[in-house]
């Protein structure tokens, strides 16, 4: 008889590797973990920027990022960390909140200097047009890392504490009766590979059928959908409308011979333009910006070059003067979707209504830098019924019906 899997978490991006992994920790057995494509093509957790602080607005978003870097610094060597620092810039209507939370910070114990337009010239000369910056803050111990490395690092701790991930395993439905969870339905590819028309699914959400798939189903006694950007879509099997769409982000990488931004960290346009080296550096860097009206949905398309001449060099070239990123080499990009909340914070909790389902996601940008405190939060809270080290009651999916929205507008 096969063993009946005590947990099932369906999705395996970076967060539900980060709680397979801490469910491990405590020992907890038969977890499975399941993806459509555990290669992660469509998963935000290998289309982002790696980047990582603990300089947020809301103080459970602060504190989640704050002990994940803690962590994160004890396998530096593991992930990739460099804490080489952000360096946050910041338009008139956002400097007053940013000094008001300078205590938050120190009692957090997240150093953070306050620097006005003289010192940002001196530590970031290339900017020589500082029209609309009003202050900044530089943030030294945040930084840089590799997500892929850490997911990775999740997933094969997991694995070590006998985890089973489970690849071309696609969630599509589920059986309810009086607000618990019975059965979790899936098909799984059994054919060759698994080609771009199957990995489409993910996009186009059309429904499998025909040769090469198989039903399997599930008998788990708790499930946690960490579905990410597809939270709102994988809710409504559960019959469940989960306030999450999915935003398409876009980054470009383009390659700098005049500007070396190797020995720094992130930078933070005040216009919402984010940039940092590359892969230690050789001229290469990454840059993101986040488009004002990018419509909700499931799109993946690059803009490549109109992106990066209108959204990228042109920001970059006016800070510049005509004096720096002058000569930048557009090489190619891509886009990952962020999962969006009504208050732009994760969701973390038990889904209203349902005895033995939880969910955590809609991380927006935050889902690396956080992962390993989410993670632990929601390892917490299945096996104990509570959280033992951080309080993350306040991103309990229900709290928008009670009033308790958390926006976070430090995102980008
Ligand atoms: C351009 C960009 C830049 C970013 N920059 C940063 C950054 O600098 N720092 C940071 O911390 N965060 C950043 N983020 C955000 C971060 O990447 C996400 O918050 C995080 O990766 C979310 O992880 P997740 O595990 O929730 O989702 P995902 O990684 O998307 O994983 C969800 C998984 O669910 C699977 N799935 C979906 N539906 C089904 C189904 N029906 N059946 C089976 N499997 C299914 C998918 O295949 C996927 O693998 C960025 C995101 C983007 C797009």
Request: charged share 20%; net charge neutral.
């Amino acid at each position: 008889m096969a063993m009946q899997e005590e947990f099932l978490i369906i999705g395996a991006g970076i967060l539900g590797s980060a709680t397979a992994w801490h469910l491990a920790q405590l020992q907890v057995p038969n977890i499975t973990v399941i993806d459509l494509d555990l290669a992660g093509t469509y998963s935000s957790s290998e289309l982002n920027a790696g980047g990582a602080r603990a300089t947020w607005w809301q103080d459970i978003n602060m504190e989640l990022a704050r002990d994940s870097l803690i962590f994160y610094r004890t396998i530096a060597a593991d992930i990739q960390f460099f804490p080489k620092g952000y360096l946050f810039l910041y338009p008139r209507s956002k400097w007053e909140i940013a000094l008001s939370k300078q205590k938050r910070y120190e009692s957090l114990g997240i150093p953070v200097e306050y620097l006005e337009p003289g010192e940002i010239k001196s530590r970031l000369p290339e900017f020589t047009n500082l029209k609309g910056i009003t202050g900044a803050t530089y943030s030294p111990e945040d930084g840089l890392l590799d997500p892929h490395l850490l997911k990775e690092y999740y997933r094969q701790g997991a694995k070590d504490h006998g985890v089973t991930f489970l690849d071309r395993h696609y969630f599509t439905g589920a059986q309810i009766e009086q607000g618990r969870l019975n059965a979790i339905q899936t098909q799984v590819w059994r054919g060759e590979g698994l080609p771009e028309k199957i990995l489409h699914t993910l996009i186009t959400e059309h429904r499998l059928s025909g040769d090469h798939w198989e039903t399997h189903t599930f008998h788990p006694h708790i499930v946690i959908n960490c579905t990410g950007a597809w939270l709102g879509s994988t809710g409504l099997h559960f019959q469940k409308k989960v306030p999450v769409h999915p935003l398409r982000r876009q980054i470009s990488l383009f390659s700098s011979h005049e500007e070396d931004f190797g020995s720094r960290g992130m930078i933070v346009d005040s216009s919402g333009l984010y940039f940092h080296a590359e892969g230690g550096s050789d001229g290469l860097i990454l840059a993101g910006y986040s488009n004002k009206d990018e419509p909700a949905g499931f799109r993946f398309q690059y803009d490549g070059a109109s992106f990066f001449d209108r959204k990228i060099w042109l920001r970059l070239y006016r800070r510049g003067g005509g004096r720096y990123f002058t000569a930048l080499k557009h090489l190619r990009g891509w886009s990952g979707l962020y999962g969006i909340s009504p208050d732009r914070t994760a969701l973390l909790g038990r889904v209203p209504g349902m005895a033995n389902l939880y969910e955590l996601g809609a991380a927006t940008g935050r889902g690396v830098m956080q992962s390993y405190a989410l993670g632990r939060a929601m390892a917490e809270l299945v096996t104990l019924g509570r959280f033992s080290t951080l309080d993350a009651t306040p991103l309990d999916p229900n709290r928008f019906q009670q009033g308790g929205f958390l926006p976070e507008n430090l995102d980008i």
